[in-house]
Every structure is written in structure tokens, then in C-alpha cells.
């Protein structure tokens, strides 16, 4: 059984690195992308297993990324779990219809958790005890 | 019989044959006067001259005999129809009664019979034989006693018949010279026959020339009467005519003394013509001394003379003309007096309705000149004045409001008063009038018969005796009370009624015109004066009035904008299907409002708002539009301000937030992942250090999120996303989330959802999820035991609630009013212990508001609370996918 990989596709780099951190804890490989564009050349070669996206990203919008991921046969039905800061703004992207998830920030690290072990009760399990990765230089 | 011819019997057979003509003619026109008998005389003469002549030519004795006795039936009835004709010529026919002609008959009738019967008594003839002494055999008689005797009678008459007519013709009736000849020669020719017979100058002396003359006689007469109208202008008829004519005829001597004088002026003058005649006229026409003086030395005058007062006034015209003979000297003054009173009466009411007229006219002149009330009532009262005596006058009016009878104009003593008010229903002339709405006449208030209707109006010092009250009606309502009143009795009479009744009608119409108008005015005045401007175009479009308003707010002066449309503001900023609808809005008698950017006349741009409204007439059909414009331009430009403001202001809050939400991201999720051991084991002071931040930056992100919601809902910037929903999946989601939270606390929590709650509702999911999920997290925080409930229902067919009860705190009924408002909690203290942020049920308040629905709440202190919000019933037309 391979390790499942989770793309988490966010500019913060402190708050990509908390998800990061909660996601390798639930069993996950993960994959921080900071640019929108980034992100649509590292989805056009690579089908993560769980998706991880915020709305506000440069270059390349979450919306339009939304779109390209359920286009695509290999990530059509990948879980994406959409982190807005606005719900509103994601209803208008036409983003809750296509996102599994909608998180609207800030949400706590209980939140995600409880939502990982809730609905993908299938994943990896978590191993809260395994060694966590340092949080990254504040820039 | 036998005859022979003779020539002396022919000139009798000839009058015989004139005379039968006469009769002929005569009877046919027997309808003029005297005609009859004149035929009927002409007759008697026919037998007479024929008998006679036939007589004269009768060969032997027996026919001589014969013819002589026929004669007889003339020979009597010639005299008598003689005096009866002339009776009836000279006016003298009240003499002719039947007893009379029976009297004047009866010698003639015994005559006639002892003629016929003469054999056998002789008292016609004693003897008689047939004599041939002359030229011709005649018969010879000797007349016994009663022929003389009949022979004096008919003298007698025909010389009385003879003097009458001698003594008209001398009398001075004036007969044209023809009708005098003839008559003349009527009278005179039998007396000619007779003198010529009685002197024995008779040229035949056998032969008697009586009948002769009276045929000449009847053809004199006949002649005077057909070719000289000798009856039509019988003088007797011109003396009648002076007895029984209407006009009085005084006639006097040049010395001015009284000569004659007829009935009629016996009558006017009041005089006896034997007092009257032989005095001078001084002594009879002292009242007039200026007439007497002029009539003494003029000879022609014509005057008109007033007697007596009243009803007893006579008028009489007088005309005065001198009599002169041939030598123009004065023979007599003829005075004729005509009683004119009739006529002159008929031209006083004339003249009275002239006047009568011309004042009321003149009255409507003046009240149509004047809307001013004070000045009607000026012009009615000099119009009552000029009509009527008036000593006194009112006009009172009703006030129905105040049920009372208010006298605006009093007049009085010759100065206005102050005008009284009185109850409708006091005991007064008025309240009577008002009452009955009949007008009130009293012809002599002496006796105080005005007291029995209560106050007299002018009961000062000297109380008016004449009332006389007129009710002002319109329409058949008394409106008021016009009356004129004298201080004398008995000087109104039904005229006056009249005259006030009419003038009462003028007054009330020009009242209520002026009141109308008045009234009219008044709105006029307030349209002029209104902020608004008001423009009433006609069902065109076409404009037909603004307000002084109007041309402020657009430049344009009604001059300039009547006659166009108010396409003339058009600014080019509307689509032609903005003007359409308006159109079709105001064409379908429907009110239009709406906001309208216009152009100036100036070309600077300007909103109204402005609201048109159909006027309809009399047959529902819409006549005319009424536009009401104010000018928002300001206020337009304050609400996009305020506007553009709000937006600004949430658009910061929003990114302010979003901002804010990061960095609190992650403070909070490495506060997290500390806590959980993440990156090693933590002493306890440590753990509990990290307890405290997590827990101030869970309350600083609540208060973030919530500020945004408050800022927004303030900005009125949140749009409601409507959409079909299932409740239940809905409360679902809610209650795993918060079910957590009562876990924690050692609370339960149940839900609920009614059966007949449609499973697929439409609303914005997601404020109703964010307005459960603060009324539910209010209820575990202020609840220490037992547990809270959700429930869904529908009360009605129209509304669905969602109840949130629990058996918390409960909260006091004081605090009920404020609970709503930002920041405001039960008390200042509760806000420290339980950390709220003070915005959560301001936030529910105002998306329920919003989403059309109302939130009330039941609690008690300690016993806890439910709040339920009801909401609009919308059921999604289709189940979700």
C-alpha cells in the first residue's frame, strides 16, 4: 500500500506548513504548491490523493484550478477540501457545488482533523506520536 | 169692374208703381235704422194712390165704390206710420210702447171698419153718387160724422209728426244740408196738399192730392235716408253718446261759469249738475288753484290731476278747448275729464317693474362683480332699500357645524352692528325661518306677535313694527335669513315678499359662488405655494398647468411649458422603454413613481422623484394626469455617497478581516498543534499557558468573523442566496458540530423536526446555518445543565420556525428590549464570563429581518429561553438533485 499524497495548494507559507503538518500526522505524503500555476503543471502530471485548496493564490485563481481538477478523468474525483476565508466569495467561484469541503478560515487544527477522521475514515491512520515536522522560518 | 181710361187717374197709378218700388227697395235694407217704417209708410201710400187711382178709372159706381173703401187701409195707417217714424227719427221711440201704438190704432182700426161698412150707417160717407160734372166721372160722396172725426185725428197726427222733426231740424244737431232738404220737403209736401186742397187752389178740384204727397213724402225720406244717412247721424245718438259716455264733459260759459256737465262728470267731480250749473269754475276746482289760473287765460290745455291717497288715488287727465264761433269769438270752454287711474295704475306697477327689474339687475351686476362677501352684502341691502321702505336689515347665515345662526351683516338706525350669534335652535325669527324655511311676514309686530318666536332681532329702543324674513336657500336648504324691517306698521305687502324671495335667491347663489371661489382660491394658493412641483397635463401629454414650484425645479416658466409635453425635460438618460412603461403605468389609470433624471431648462441634469396620478371625469374616463415632482438630486447624491461610503467601509472590514484571518490561522493552528504534543511533551504550567492562548485567539477569530457579518449586514451589502435546501441535512451538519460542544459540557442535545415541514425548502442555506449555529452556541454557553433542543416546525401553511430552547440562565424580561442590540448582553459582567462577542443575536436579528421573518423570545430567569424564529414558507418547486 503506497502512501497517499496530498497536494496542499496554499501561499501562506505558516499555514500550508501547519496543514502540512496535521495532514503527514493523519498519514499523508504532502506536497506544499504556493502559485496557482504551479499547481495546474504539478495536476496535470500527478493525481494527488487529497487536495487542499485555498481560494487566494497568485497567478492562477483556486476557482479556475476547482475547474481544471474535475475536468480531468484522474482527479475528477479526487476529495478537495476548499479553505476560504469568505464563504460567500466561494459561492459565487461556483466552488461549493465542485468542493467536497469548504473550511472557512481561520478553522483549527481539531476542525481539519475531525474532518479527516470523519470523512475519510479510510485514509492513513493517524499517528499523532510520529516525530512533526518543525514549523518554517518566518520569512 | 169695368174702367175706362182717364189721363187724371194716371199720375196716382204712377205714384202707385214708385211707391212700389220704394217698398222693394226699402225692405231690402230694412236693417237700417227707421227703414221699416218707412217701407211700411210707403206701402200704406201704394194702396192709398192705387186704390185712388184705380178709383178715378173705375167706369161705374159699384167699382168706384170699391176702390174707394180700398183706399181706406192706407188712408188709416198713412198718419199713424208718419208720427211713428217720425217718433223714432227725432229719438222719441220710448214713447212708441205697445200700449201706446195700441191706443194711436184704435181710431184708425174703427175707421177702417166703418169705411168698409159705411152703407149701413153713413158715418163715412152719408151719401155718395158718381158725378160727371168735369173731365172725368168721379165719385162724389158727402162725409158723414165719424169721417170728420178721423180727419181732425190724423191732422193731429201728422202735425205732431210734423213738429217734432221741425223742431230737430231747428235744434243744432248739425245735419249735412242734403239730409235737412229732404227732410224738409218730407214734412212740408202733405201739408202743401193739404193748404192747396183746404184754399181750394187745388188745379183739379175733383181730384184730392192727399196720397200724392205722402208718396213724395216716403220719397223724400227714402232719398235723406239711403243717399244722405240721415238716421246714421241721428243727433240723438251724439246726445246719448255725451249722457252715457265715461268721459266727464264740463262745459262753460267764456266767463267761466259751469254751463253743462255730463253723468261722467257728475260722477268724477263728485257734483250734482243742478249744484254744479251757474257756478265758476273757481268754486269747483279749488283744489287745483295753479290748473284754474292756466285753464282761465289759456283755451287749449292738457293736464294730468292725482285726488285722494291710497287705494282710493284717482287719476284723471284733463283737456281743456275752446269753442269759437264763425267770428273766432269764444263761445264756450269745454273741459273733458277721463279717469285714467286704470291705466295710470297699470303704468305705475309698470314702472315699478322696471324698476324692480333694473335693481335686480344691477344687484346681479354688482354681486357677480365681487367675490367678497362684505360687498354682496352691501349691494343686496341697497338693493332691498331701493325696492322696499327698509329701516332695518340682515343677513344672518347657519353655521352647521356649530348649530348656530350667525346675523353677518346688521343694519340698523342707519349704521352697521356687530353681528350676533345665536343658537339653531334658540326661539328666534330667524331660527324660525331657518326652521320652517318658509318666509316670515308681520305686517304690525304692536302687539309683540314677533315675541312668540323669541328675540327680536332689533327689539332696542325702538322696535321695528314691519318684518319681514326670507329664507336664503340652495338646493332646497336654508342656508340663511335676508330681511328688511320698518320701524311704521302695515308697509310691507305680497309684492315685498316677492321682491325679498327673489333677492333671497340672488343672495344665497352669490354666497355659496363666493364661498365656492373663495375656496377655490384657497387651493389655488396652496398649489402656487406647494414645495412640490405639480404639473397637470391633459390625457395627452400636453401640459396645461404648473406651479410656481414647476418652473423653480425647472427652469421653465408656465408660459414657456403649457401647450408642450414634458418631453421638453427629457435628458437622454432614460431608454425609451423607461417612458413606455410609464405610459402604459399611467394609461391604465394606475399611480406611477418613480425616480427621473431630468434637463434643466439651463441643461444642468436633475433627479425627481415623481408620482403621476389619473384624473377621470364624469364618465370614468381619464381627462387629465397630475404629476407631482420633488427634486432628489441632492438626496440621490447623498444616497450614492452613503452608498459608495458603506461599500468602501465593508470592502476594508472585509479585507481588514481576511487579513486579520491568516495570521490568526496560524496562531491558532500552531497553538494547536503545540497543545497536542506535536512538537513534544509540554510541562503542565506550560500546557495550561497554551490553554489560555488558544482560547483568546478562538475568541479573537469569532470576533473577526462577526465584526465582517455586523459590517456587512450594516452596510445592508449582504445578498441573500436563495436556493432550494433540505432542512433536515441542514440541522443535520449543525448537530454534529455542535453536539461536540454539549459533550464538552456535559449537556444533551436533541432535534427535532415536525412531519409536515416540506423536506425541500428555498432559502440561504448558509445564513440559516450561521444564524442556528449563534443561537445554539448562545444556548450551551449560557446553559450549566441540562441541555438544549432544536426543532423545526411549521405553525402554518405559510411560515416554518426554527426553535432553539434551553434550560440555561433565562433572561430577564427588562433585558428583552436591548438583547438585539451590538454588543449588548445581559450584563457587562455575563460578556467577561462567557466571552461573547457581543454581536451574535444582532447578527440573527438582522439576517431574520432581511430574510422577511421575526424572532421573538420566551424566558424566565433560571428557568431558561427559546428563541423562535419564523420565517416565510417558500417550498422549492422541485426536490433536490
Not at chain 2, 40 to 59: C, F, M, P, V
Not at chain 2, 147 to 158: G, P
Not at chain 2, 611 to 625: G, V
Amino acid at each position: 500500500m503506497t502512501t497517499p499524497l496530498a497536494f496542499i495548494i496554499e501561499d501562506d507559507p505558516k499555514l500550508s506548513s501547519i496543514y502540512s503538518t496535521v495532514l503527514q500526522q493523519a498519514g499523508y505524503v504532502t506536497e506544499i504548491i504556493r502559485r496557482g500555476d504551479e499547481a495546474r503543471t504539478r495536476l496535470s502530471n500527478t493525481a494527488p490523493d487529497l487536495i487542499l485548496l485555498d481560494v487566494h493564490l497568485p497567478y492562477v485563481s483556486g476557482a479556475e484550478l476547482l475547474q481544471q481538477i474535475r475536468a480531468d478523468s484522474r482527479t475528477a474525483h479526487t476529495p478537495v477540501i476548499v479553505l476560504t476565508a469568505d464563504i460567500y466569495i466561494a459561492k459565487t467561484m461556483d466552488l461549493e457545488g465542485r468542493a467536497d469541503h469548504v473550511l472557512v478560515k481561520s478553522f483549527g487544527v481539531s476542525q481539519l482533523r475531525s474532518l479527516l477522521t470523519r470523512e475519510y475514515p479510510g485514509g492513513p491512520p493517524v499517528d499523532t506520536t510520529a516525530p512533526a515536522p518543525l514549523p518554517p522560518d518566518n520569512p | 169692374m169695368q174702367f175706362q181710361f182717364t189721363p187724371y187717374a194716371l199720375p196716382f197709378l204712377a205714384a202707385a208703381v214708385v211707391a212700389g218700388v220704394m217698398v222693394i227697395y226699402i225692405w231690402r235694407r230694412r236693417n237700417t235704422r227707421g227703414a221699416t217704417v218707412l217701407a211700411l209708410l210707403s206701402l200704406a201710400a201704394l194702396i192709398w194712390t192705387l186704390g185712388y187711382g184705380l178709383e178715378i178709372a173705375g167706369a161705374d159706381l159699384a167699382t168706384k165704390v170699391f176702390w174707394a173703401k180700398f183706399q181706406y187701409f192706407g188712408i188709416v195707417t198713412v198718419p199713424l206710420l208718419w208720427l211713428i217714424f217720425s217718433l223714432q227719427y227725432t229719438s222719441h221711440d220710448k214713447w212708441l210702447s205697445r200700449r201706446n201704438l195700441l191706443l194711436l190704432a184704435v181710431i184708425p182700426v174703427v175707421t177702417l171698419v166703418l169705411a168698409l161698412t159705411t152703407e149701413a150707417h153713413g158715418l163715412i160717407w152719408s151719401e155718395y153718387h158718381v158725378e160727371t160734372l168735369g173731365p172725368v166721372p168721379v165719385l162724389a160722396v158727402t162725409h158723414g160724422l165719424w169721417f170728420w172725426m178721423y180727419w181732425f185725428y190724423s191732422q193731429a197726427l201728422v202735425l205732431s209728426g210734423t213738429i217734432f222733426i221741425l223742431r230737430f231740424l231747428l235744434s243744432p244737431p248739425g245735419l249735412y244740408r242734403g239730409q235737412a232738404i229732404a227732410l224738409l220737403v218730407a214734412v212740408v209736401i202733405p201739408w202743401l196738399g193739404n193748404a192747396l186742397y183746404v184754399l181750394g187752389l187745388n188745379p183739379i178740384p175733383q181730384l184730392d192730392l192727399t196720397p200724392l204727397a205722402f208718396t213724395f213724402s216716403a220719397a223724400a225720406l227714402t232719398v235723406g235716408i239711403f243717399y244722405f244717412h240721415l238716421t246714421d247721424l241721428a243727433p240723438v245718438a251724439r246726445e246719448s253718446v255725451v249722457e252715457a259716455m265715461n268721459d266727464g264733459v264740463v262745459v262753460f260759459d267764456p266767463q267761466g261759469r259751469i254751463v253743462d256737465l255730463n253723468p261722467a262728470a257728475q260722477k268724477l267731480l263728485s257734483l250734482s249738475a243742478a249744484r254744479a250749473v251757474g257756478r265758476h269754475a273757481s268754486e269747483i276746482f279749488q283744489a287745483w288753484p295753479d290748473l284754474l289760473t292756466r285753464y282761465l287765460t289759456a283755451s287749449e290745455a292738457r293736464d294730468e290731476i292725482t285726488t285722494g291717497e291710497g287705494e282710493q288715488r284717482g287719476h284723471y287727465e284733463l283737456q281743456l278747448s275752446t269753442l269759437r264761433d264763425r267770428r273766432g269769438r269764444t263761445n264756450a270752454h269745454v273741459l273733458t275729464v277721463r279717469d285714467i287711474s286704470e291705466r295710470k295704475r297699470a303704468e305705475e306697477a309698470l314702472s315699478r317693474q322696471t324698476a324692480r327689474l333694473a335693481t335686480l339687475y344691477q344687484l346681479s351686476q354688482d354681486i357677480a362683480a365681487t367675490l367678497d362677501t362684505e360687498q354682496v352684502y352691501v349691494a343686496v341691502q341697497h338693493a332691498v332699500e331701493q325696492l322696499m321702505p327698509t329701516d332695518a336689515f340682515f343677513i344672518a347665515l347657519v353655521d352647521d357645524k356649530q348649530q348656530e345662526i350667525q346675523h353677518v351683516y346688521l343694519f340698523d338706525r342707519g349704521q352697521r352692528w356687530v353681528g350676533k350669534r345665536q343658537p339653531l335652535s334658540a326661539q328666534s325669527l330667524s331660527g324660525h325661518v331657518v326652521r320652517t324655511g318658509e318666509p316670515l311676514w308681520i305686517k304690525d309686530d304692536a302687539d309683540g306677535t314677533s315675541h312668540s318666536f323669541g328675540v327680536v332681532m332689533f327689539g332696542a329702543a325702538e322696535p321695528t313694527r314691519s318684518l319681514l324674513l326670507a329664507p336664503l336657500k340652495l338646493s332646497g336648504k336654508t342656508i340663511g335669513v335676508l330681511s328688511a324691517q320698518h320701524y311704521a306698521p302695515n308697509v310691507y305687502t305680497t309684492e315685498h315678499v316677492q321682491i325679498l324671495l327673489t333677492l333671497a335667491n340672488q343672495v344665497a347663489i352669490a354666497l355659496e359662488r363666493a364661498r365656492l371661489i373663495q375656496s377655490l382660491r384657497l387651493q389655488a394658493a396652496a398649489l402656487d405655494a406647494a414645495a412640490d412641483a405639480i404639473v397637470i397635463t391633459d390625457r395627452t401629454g400636453i401640459i396645461q398647468w404648473v406651479n410656481p414650484a414647476f418652473t423653480q425645479l425647472t427652469g421653465y416658466t408656465a408660459a414657456e411649458a403649457i401647450d408642450h409635453t414634458p418631453a421638453l425635460l427629457k435628458s437622454g438618460q432614460h431608454e425609451a422603454a423607461f417612458y413606455q412603461q410609464l405610459w402604459n403605468t399611467i394609461l391604465a389609470g394606475e399611480v406611477w413613481e418613480g425616480e427621473m433624471v431630468n434637463r434643466r431648462k439651463d441643461g444642468r441634469l436633475y433627479v425627481e422623484r415623481q408620482s403621476i396620478t389619473a384624473l377621470r371625469d364624469e364618465h370614468d374616463q381619464i381627462f387629465r394626469f397630475i404629476a407631482i415632482k420633488q427634486d432628489i438630486t441632492e438626496l440621490v447624491q447623498a444616497r450614492d455617497q452613503a452608498l459608495e461610503a458603506s461599500r468602501l467601509k465593508s470592502q476594508l472590514l472585509a479585507r481588514v478581516s481576511h487579513e486579520l484571518r491568516t495570521p490568526l490561522g496560524a496562531i491558532l493552528g500552531y497553538t494547536e498543534l503545540l497543545e497536542d504534543g506535536t512538537y513534544g511533551p509540554l510541562a503542565r504550567q506550560q500546557q495550561s499557558v497554551i490553554a489560555e492562548i488558544m482560547d483568546s485567539t478562538r475568541h479573537l477569530t469569532d470576533l473577526v468573523n462577526e465584526l465582517l457579518d455586523e459590517a456587512q449586514l450594516e452596510a445592508r451589502a449582504v445578498k441573500l442566496q436563495n436556493a432550494p435546501f433540505a432542512p433536515a441535512e441542514m440541522l443535520h451538519k449543525i448537530a454534529t458540530t455542535m453536539s461536540v460542544l454539549t459533550l464538552n459540557k456535559g449537556l444533551s442535545f436533541h432535534t427535532t423536526i415536525a412531519p409536515d415541514l416540506p423536506p425541500v425548502l428555498v432559502g440561504d442555506e448558509a445564513r440559516l446555518r450561521q444564524m442556528l449555529v449563534n443561537l445554539i452556541g448562545n444556548a450551551i454557553k449560557f446553559t450549566a445543565a441540562g441541555g438544549v433542543q432544536v426543532r423545526f416546525s411549521c405553525p402554518d401553511r405559510e411560515h416554518w420556525a426554527m426553535e432553539v430552547a434551553d434550560t440555561g440562565a433565562g433572561i430577564p424580561a427588562e433585558a428583552f428590549l436591548y438583547i438585539y442590540e451590538p454588543f449588548r448582553q445581559v450584563d457587562g459582567s455575563m460578556t467577561r464570563e462567557h466571552r461573547g462577542t457581543g454581536l451574535g443575536l444582532s447578527i440573527v436579528k438582522a439576517l431574520t429581518n432581511l430574510m422577511g421573518g421575526t424572532i421573538t423570545l420566551q424566558s424566565e430567569v433560571d428557568h431558561g429561553s427559546t428563541f423562535t424564529i419564523t420565517l416565510p414558507l417558500i417550498v422549492a418547486a422541485e426536490a433536490l438533485p
